[in-house]
T-cell receptor
Framework: EAGVVQSPRYKIIEKKQPVAFWCNPI?????LYWYLQNLGQGPELLIRYENEEAVDDSQLPKDRFSAERLKGVDSTLKIQPAELGDSAVYLC?????????????FGQGTRLTVV | GDSVTQMEGPVTLSEEAFLTINCTYT??????LFWYVQYPGEGLQLLLKATKADDKGSNKGFEATYRKETTSFHLEKGSVQVSDSAVYFC????????????FGTGTLLAVQP
């Protein structure tokens, strides 16, 4: 079974440019997460989807970040315009449900460098 | 708010040594506790979990016990291998409406032959 697929793996952009990350979750997983991982830190949740609905976006900087999950499957996270401080690894994860004990499956992440 | 604190790394051990990575948490309720591992070049993957006080999670020779009285979930392994070299993250989750993993900062383990 294929895992969570993210693309691209690496992205280098100049500040003020837009950038987008794509995530394909495990088939049948209703819950999708985007996490931000800064260097030397643990991942922090940006947004969580249940099917196509964003149910927790309280940590998403909405002035420059946006996300969508079309038809409750694939998801895209966008930054416009990017700032130097956005350099980090963006992780996508999915799980079959939102149960307390449910395992989240992570993709390999997209490493963004803003120059 | 809820948080997870891990011992700072890197932790460097020789093969077959005993491993302990400390993890303590602050929680307002009764979360489940997790250890995730990130091998070089790979995504985070679940290593083990415990869902309530006194539960012991175990996998691949690793163990951790949910200690409510000390708010701890220390990771242990009796004999580490070079292949265990990775970054280990402790995390908690309540699930439901507040479903999100709250991670510690991670601990890099380097095992030398």
């Amino acid at each position: 079974e294929a895992g969570v697929v993210q693309s691209p793996r690496y992205k280098i952009i100049e500040k003020k440019q837009p950038v987008a990350f794509w995530c394909n979750p495990i088939s049948g997983h209703n819950t999708l997460y985007w996490y931000l991982q800064n260097l030397g830190q643990g991942p922090e949740l940006l947004i969580r989807y249940e099917n196509e609905e964003a149910v927790d976006d309280s940590q998403l900087p909405k002035d420059r970040f946006s996300a969508e999950r079309l038809k409750g499957v694939d998801s895209t996270l966008k930054i416009q315009p990017a700032e130097l401080g956005d350099s980090a690894v963006y992780l996508c994860a999915s799980s079959p449900s939102s149960g307390q004990n449910t395992e989240a499956f992570f993709g390999q992440g997209t490493r963004l460098t803003v120059v | 708010g809820d948080s997870v604190t891990q011992m700072e790394g890197p932790v460097t051990l020789s093969e077959e040594a005993f491993l302990t990575i400390n993890c303590t948490y602050t929680a307002t309720g009764y979360p489940s506790l997790f250890w995730y591992v990130q091998y070089p070049g790979e995504g985070l993957q679940l290593l083990l979990k415990a869902t309530k006080a006194d539960d012991k999670g175990s996998n691949k020779g690793f163990e951790a016990t949910y200690r409510k009285e000390t708010t701890s979930f220390h990771l242990e392994k009796g004999s580490v291998q070079v292949s265990d070299s990775a970054v280990y993250f402790c995390a908690l989750n309540y699930g439901g409406a507040t479903n999100k993993l709250i991670f510690g900062t991670g601990t890099l383990l380097a095992v030398q032959p």
